[in-house]
């Protein structure tokens, strides 16, 4: 068991650019979550999608980003026409089931894909 | 407005010490409370996770206790280790499917 797996690792991008953030979740969990971390600043929530569906984006920026997970593949964080204030550790986690379920399923991080706008 | 607290920012402190990390929030309507920590470039690995319906939580010398009507959550590290360097983040689930972070305290073991 792989845990949760995003790539990439690391990203440059010049302002205007497209940045593209896969996440694989654990074998077995059909939960996502995607956190940001500005630097110096805490992880902030951004989006909770199951398969093929967006569950509470509220954490999104309005503009520029969206996010996927369809039935087949890894979970797409996508940010078009990236600026600098983007930049930024974005953080996926997955889970078996929602965290209001009984039992709380526990969130499994993955390591982070680490954007940088130049 | 659902805020999460750590204060110190920064902590040094000798290896062999016992040390406390405090952890405090804002609505004590909470679901779970969970501690984790983060290594530099590196993921989030979870600590420990408490219930609302919980005090306390123990793994290996890891104690986490959990007073709700104060707002106020603590981690107890024994017999601290250089390996135990890292920042140690505080979350706190308030009933829905969002976590909510604390800024860290940046724990430095010197040996």
């Known amino acids: 068991n792989a845990g949760v797996m995003q790539n990439p690792r690391h990203l440059v991008r010049r302002r205007g650019q497209e940045a593209r953030l896969r996440c694989s979740p654990m074998k077995g969990h059909s939960h996502v979550y995607w956190y940001r971390q500005l630097p110096e600043e805490g992880l902030k929530f951004m989006v909770y999608?199951?398969?093929?569906?967006?569950?509470?984006e509220s954490g999104m920026p309005k503009e520029r980003f969206s996010a996927e997970f369809p039935k087949e593949g890894p979970s797409i964080l996508r940010i078009q026409q990236v600026v600098r204030g983007d930049s930024a550790a974005y953080f996926c986690?997955?889970?078996?089931?929602?965290?209001?379920?009984?039992?709380?399923?526990?969130?499994?991080f993955g390591a982070g894909s680490r954007l940088t706008v130049l | 407005k659902q805020e999460v607290t750590q204060i110190p920012a920064a902590l040094s402190v000798p290896e062999g010490e016992n040390l406390v990390l405090n952890c405090s929030f804002t609505?004590?309507?909470?679901?779970?409370l969970q501690w984790f920590r983060q290594d530099p470039g590196k993921g989030l690995t979870s600590l420990l996770l408490?219930?609302?319906?919980?005090r306390e939580q123990t793994s290996g010398r890891l104690n986490a206790s959990l007073d709700k009507s104060s707002g106020r959550s603590t981690l107890y590290i024994a017999a601290s280790q250089p390996g135990d360097s890292a920042t140690y983040l505080c979350?706190?689930?308030?009933?829905?499917?969002?976590?909510?972070f604390g800024t860290g305290t940046r724990l430095t073991i010197i040996p």
């Open positions: 609505d004590s309507a909470i679901y779970n």
């Open positions: 999608l199951q398969k093929e569906n967006i569950i509470d």
């Open positions: 408490i219930q609302s319906s919980q």
């Open positions: 986690a997955s889970s078996r089931g929602p965290q209001s379920s009984s039992g709380a399923n526990v969130l499994t």
């Open positions: 979350a706190v689930n308030f009933g829905n499917e969002k976590l909510t």
